[in-house]
């Protein structure tokens, strides 16, 4: 296992998340028998970051990864949980939820603590200080019970500096979605410059994407086969993360035995893409976003002839997301954020954007698409 430095914690490179561990049939109702023995065969081959959250699996996921994980010495693990913001009904609630984690996972303390999900729909209420999350952590902090406090991220490069500007001397880490496709496609580039320049560590979530960059077109598949032919789909993946310099900690959602194994063994050795590699990983993202997605750059040439006055490339830029994933929580999520009278569903049609537009989007017949894909 390849170990990272931070501070005084010598961390493995990759983390067991507890997103997605193994269930029976609903989310719910985790497989406990097969969950612990993948917790174990990864704490038998080293390693020793362990996440979760009050959300996963129903409220399960702390309880069963605590259970496993008090199997074996406190001193062999890192523990991380998080406060669950992506609820505004949360807000009020940070010391009944910071303090119940604790006892669902059978520890005094948390190795680190993160303000979970911080966007657009949250930043507000995140910054409000009627609501006491930020001093509270920061109590417990001081008080030993959380060793790192950090923040994992969904929102836009500029949500991230709202948060930073009031938190950052406080904030340890970062979790970032980041992986091959969203480098570009969720500006996961521009955030982590963003972090490096406040010289703050990068965690790494959905590497994978829930699994779905496993498995590509058979022909970027042999494309990158024949630039490295021992190389796994999954493997190129992490490969690609490990050419981030400002990366410590990957995690990722182990569903099986057979995933847990994998993964494992891709971290025995570390070896990040060279520039050529990269590219092509790069080409085809490209590639890939081009069928599902409008060409938006985001001129804003369309923006002063709007009538309804909407941000078309953010909207934009929310339906390419939709689109590409299939749905999803994350352009729902950043909609809410914005006025009922500027949603995709305010467009008239008019096509006033299209006739100004560079790139010959029909934006209206994405708003109308993207409309009904939010089931509205």
Same mark, same amino acid.
């Given at each position: 296992?390849?170990?990272? &430095?931070?501070? !005084?914690?010598? *961390?493995? %490179?990759?983390?067991?998340?507890?997103?997605? *561990? /193994?269930?029976?049939?609903?989310?719910?109702?985790?497989?406990?028998?097969?969950?612990?023995?993948?917790?174990?065969?990864?704490? !038998?081959? +080293?390693?020793?970051?362990?996440?979760? %959250?009050?959300?996963?699996?129903?409220?399960?996921?702390?309880?069963?990864?605590? #259970?496993?994980?008090?199997?074996?010495?406190?001193?062999?693990?890192?523990?991380?949980?998080?406060?669950?913001?992506?609820?505004?009904?949360?807000?009020?609630?940070?010391?009944?939820?910071?303090?119940?984690?604790?006892?669902?996972?059978?520890?005094?303390?948390?190795?680190?603590? @993160?303000?979970?999900?911080? $966007? !657009?729909?949250?930043?507000?209420?995140?910054?409000?200080?009627?609501?006491?999350?930020?001093?509270? @952590?920061?109590?417990?902090?001081?008080?030993?019970?959380?060793? =790192?406090?950090?923040?994992? %991220? =969904?929102? +836009?490069?500029?949500?991230?500096?709202?948060?930073?500007?009031?938190?950052?001397?406080?904030?340890?880490?970062?979790?970032?979605?980041?992986?091959?496709?969203?480098?570009?496609?969720?500006?996961?580039? !521009?955030?982590?410059?963003?972090?490096?320049?406040?010289?703050? /560590?990068?965690?790494?979530?959905?590497?994978?994407?829930?699994?779905?960059? $496993?498995? @590509?077109?058979?022909?970027? #598949?042999?494309?990158?086969?024949?630039?490295?032919? =021992? #190389?796994?789909?999954?493997?190129?993946?992490?490969?690609?993360?490990?050419?981030?310099?400002?990366?410590?900690?990957?995690?990722?959602?182990?569903?099986?035995?057979?995933?847990?194994?994998?993964?494992?063994?891709?971290?025995?050795?570390?070896?990040?893409?060279?520039?050529?590699?990269?590219?092509?990983? &790069?080409?085809?993202?490209?590639?890939?976003?081009?069928?599902?997605?409008?060409?938006?750059? %985001?001129?804003?040439? $369309?923006?002063? &002839?709007?009538?309804?006055? @909407?941000?078309?490339?953010? *909207?934009?830029?929310?339906?390419?997301? =939709?689109?590409?994933?299939?749905?999803?929580?994350?352009?729902?999520?950043?909609?809410?954020?914005?006025?009922?009278?500027?949603?995709?569903?305010?467009?008239?049609? $008019?096509?006033?954007?299209?006739?100004?537009?560079?790139?010959?989007?029909?934006?209206?017949?994405?708003?109308?698409?993207?409309?009904?894909?939010?089931?509205?």
């Amino acid at each position: 296992m390849i170990y990272k &430095q931070f501070r !005084e914690m010598s *961390l493995s %490179a990759l983390g067991m998340g507890g997103m997605r *561990l /193994p269930t029976s049939g609903k989310d719910s109702e985790i497989d406990r028998k097969t969950a612990f023995e993948m917790i174990d065969y990864a704490m !038998e081959h +080293g390693v020793n970051y362990y996440d979760t %959250a009050w959300g996963y699996h129903g409220g399960n996921s702390e309880l069963v990864m605590g #259970e496993a994980l008090s199997r074996h010495p406190r001193e062999m693990f890192y523990l991380a949980s998080k406060f669950p913001g992506y609820s505004l009904k949360n807000m009020p609630r940070v010391k009944e939820i910071f303090e119940k984690p604790l006892e669902k996972c059978r520890v005094d303390h948390f190795d680190f603590y @993160l303000f979970h999900n911080v $966007c !657009e729909l949250n930043i507000d209420a995140y910054l409000d200080p009627k609501f006491g999350i930020h001093p509270y @952590l920061i109590e417990q902090r001081d008080a030993g019970r959380i060793k =790192h406090l950090g923040f994992s %991220a =969904h929102g +836009g490069v500029d949500v991230m500096k709202r948060f930073l500007d009031a938190y950052g001397d406080d904030m340890g880490f970062c979790q970032l979605q980041i992986n091959f496709l969203d480098w570009k496609f969720q500006n996961a580039d !521009e955030k982590v410059a963003l972090l490096k320049e406040r010289g703050i /560590p990068v965690w790494v979530m959905e590497p994978l994407r829930g699994g779905r960059l $496993c498995r @590509l077109d058979d022909a970027f #598949e042999s494309r990158l086969r024949a630039m490295r032919p =021992h #190389e796994t789909t999954t493997g190129w993946n992490f490969r690609f993360i490990q050419s981030l310099p400002e990366v410590v900690v990957t995690l990722s959602g182990m569903s099986t035995p057979e995933q847990t194994a994998e993964n494992i063994a891709t971290f025995e050795t570390d070896e990040p893409l060279n520039n050529e590699e990269f590219d092509a990983l &790069q080409q085809i993202a490209a590639e890939m976003l081009e069928k599902k997605t409008v060409p938006c750059t %985001a001129c804003r040439y $369309c923006v002063d &002839q709007c009538p309804m006055g @909407l941000d078309i490339p953010r *909207l934009l830029a929310l339906y390419n997301e =939709h689109a590409f994933s299939d749905g999803g929580f994350i352009a729902p999520m950043a909609l809410s954020a914005i006025d009922d009278d500027k949603q995709p569903d305010s467009c008239i049609g $008019c096509g006033s954007c299209s006739a100004v537009c560079p790139q010959q989007i029909d934006i209206p017949g994405a708003f109308s698409d993207f409309t009904s894909r939010l089931g509205r």
